[in-house]
């Protein structure tokens, strides 16, 4: 299976920072990578697919980067709806697997 | 709009069984994948199954496969998982969720909680 290892676990940030979440796959996946924000009690919500491709109707402040092994989710400016769980998945194979989820907190 | 509704969570004792449903409106069922995906309490995301727009394709997590099955009903709009030999480690909240071919999530339900305690 392949293997979703995000760093940090954990952030801290301030409203209006710009927060980067990086996501490493243990094999390439070329862009078939997902991006979910998590809110407690609430089910994941789709911000970006295929690497970079903006989910309709998320914020331009949120972006994706990356390809092969190495992605990054970068929220330019962090705004107080976005204090939430992030986790990326890949798609690529055909058994899918979630990293263990980057929980962004206010600083 | 989309709509997806689990039901048939519960507590349910090791070594058990328990049938989740879930009901999809807002969209033509039988075009889209769908996939149950779990999250035990204060954990991550845990992919469990999905199968194809027609069921003639289904893929297991490892943790699931031979304990778990996937099934659809196309003319009920509905979306099942069978879940036999039940571990405490299957305590989570079920999501069912559906995707085009070859894509993320785009809708998730609201989930239901599946405990396996003595």
């Known amino acids: 299976d392949i293997q979703m290892t995000q760093s940090p676990s954990t952030l801290s940030a301030s409203v209006g920072d710009r927060v980067t979440i990086t996501c490493r796959a243990s094999?390439?996946?070329?862009?078939?990578l997902a991006w979910y924000q998590q809110k407690p009690g609430k089910a994941p919500k789709l911000l970006i697919y295929?690497?970079?491709s903006l989910e309709s109707g998320v914020p331009s402040r949120f972006s994706g980067s990356g390809s092969g092994t190495e992605f990054t989710l970068t929220i330019s400016s962090l705004q107080p709806d976005d204090f939430a769980t992030y986790y990326c998945?890949?798609?690529?194979?055909?058994?899918?697997?979630f990293g263990q989820g980057t929980k962004v907190e206010i600083k | 709009q989309v709509q997806l509704v689990e039901s048939g969570g519960g507590l349910v004792k090791p070594g058990g069984s328990l049938r989740l449903s879930c009901a999809a409106s807002?969209?033509?069922?039988?075009?889209?994948?769908m996939s149950w995906i779990r999250q035990a309490p204060g954990k991550g995301l845990e992919w469990v199954s999905y199968?194809?727009?027609?069921?003639?394709?289904?893929y297991y997590a490892d943790s699931v496969k031979g304990r778990f099955t996937i099934s659809r009903d196309n003319a009920k709009n509905s979306l099942y998982l069978q879940m036999n030999s039940l571990r405490a480690e299957d305590t989570a909240v079920y999501y069912c969720?559906?995707?085009?071919?070859?894509?993320?999530?785009?809708?998730w339900g609201q989930g239901t909680l599946v405990t396996v305690s003595s």
């Open positions: 998945q890949q798609y690529n194979s055909l058994t899918w697997t």
């Open positions: 094999q390439s996946i070329s862009s078939w």
């Open positions: 807002g969209f033509t069922f039988s075009d889209y994948y």
């Open positions: 295929k690497a970079s």
């Open positions: 969720a559906s995707h085009d071919y070859g894509q993320p999530v785009d809708y």
């Open positions: 199968i194809s727009s027609s069921g003639s394709t289904i």
